[in-house]
């Protein structure tokens, strides 16, 4: 997703994994626009990165769906907080390896309303599959009648 946005002219903040950040490579990663993640211990990432949209008015922040790696029933909600505690929009992104395409697709503001929302999500990933289509994952938030 990082190389979609690149071409479409953003210069995004990514997540990795912080062992990524170590040695010369945590130089490279952060000059690239990553944001080291303590995967055993993520509590107030969330948090982080909304402070950091608030204090960026250029903050863009790649986030890939889950099921990338492995395979999983539904997606986090931390993208979902994050938008609407940041106020930032949310454009839908996909690499499909069914059609062997990728790119960005509408921008939407989140509503509050998580079902809707997650609808208009539902629509646009319905026909498209992901670099390892076995992990595909339909974008279901664990409670759809809000966040806690």
Do not use: H
């Amino acid at each position: 997703m990082l190389a979609v946005a690149w071409r479409s002219g953003l210069r995004p903040y990514f997540l990795g994994k912080k062992e990524l950040f170590r040695g010369p490579m945590g130089p490279v990663m952060r000059a690239f626009g990553g944001i080291a993640v303590d995967r055993q211990n993520p509590a107030g990432l969330v948090d982080e990165l909304i402070a950091r949209a608030n204090s960026d008015e250029l903050f863009q922040l790649v986030i890939t769906p889950e099921g990338t790696r492995k395979k999983v029933d539904r997606w986090k909600s931390g993208f979902y907080r994050l938008a609407m505690d940041s106020n930032l929009p949310v454009t839908l992104a996909y690499c499909d390896r069914t059609t062997m395409t990728s790119g960005l697709g509408p921008t939407i503001t989140l509503t509050g309303n998580v079902k809707a929302d997650m609808d208009i999500m539902r629509d646009f990933f319905a026909d498209k599959a992901g670099v390892k289509p076995a992990n595909r994952c339909d974008p279901i938030l664990a409670d759809e009648s809000g966040l806690a």
